[in-house]
């Protein structure tokens, strides 16, 4: 698993950390990057979502990012309470711009077991292929009855209130503050960058 996160890591473009350690990440709407705090919270969810995006296969493109909140929440995201929130997020934006893949992955995760709440450094020693076999990751095909359509529906009621208070957070002036005050942090540590 730790190769093939390295390997994820460059091909994304996420540095040699997956960008773990910086103090803002930047969050894409649409075009426009809006640099938020890189809180702890993000911090220790976002670890494991990538190693899902390793298991998976899911895209770091917004429809990729889309499908892996749906997966996520099909899933489960333990006591990530940040993975949850965006991930919730993430799946209403996904059934705006591609609701069968959206659904589909949300299936897909109802069926498979994700790695929140494992133990992140033991899991970096797996290997891909066993770890997917032990957590059902591909085995398919996966069938949806009512419960799992039910379920779908409650996520997606949560995650258009969820969504909609992220984007009031997002157009705030508390919010533009930041990230003005981020877009000059990011720019004064490339500047310092030899």
């Not at 091909?11 to 702890?40: M, R």
């Amino acid at each position: 698993m730790a190769t093939a996160l390295r390997r994820y890591f460059d091909e994304s473009g996420f540095g040699e950390d997956g960008g773990y350690a910086s103090d803002w990440v930047d969050f894409k709407l649409g075009p426009l990057p809006f640099p938020l705090p890189n809180t702890e919270a993000r911090k220790r969810a976002v670890r494991f979502h990538d190693l899902h995006h390793v298991l998976t296969g899911y895209r770091t493109d917004l429809t990729g990012e889309f499908e892996i909140s749906a997966w996520e929440i099909g899933a489960g995201c333990g006591d990530f309470h940040a993975a949850w929130v965006l991930n919730l997020s993430g799946m209403t934006g996904g059934l705006l711009t591609a609701p069968v893949r959206t659904w589909r992955a949300f299936v897909r995760g109802l069926d498979e077991q994700s790695t929140y709440g494992r133990d992140y450094e033991a899991l970096l020693e797996r290997n891909v292929e066993d770890l997917r076999a032990e957590l059902g990751i591909g085995a398919g095909p996966h069938r949806a009855g009512l419960g799992a359509a039910l379920r779908f529906a409650a996520a997606i009621t949560a995650g258009a209130v969820v969504g909609s208070l992220m984007m009031l957070v997002l157009v705030s002036p508390i919010t533009l503050a930041l990230w003005s005050r981020g877009r000059r942090a990011k720019a004064q540590a490339l500047a310092a960058t030899p």
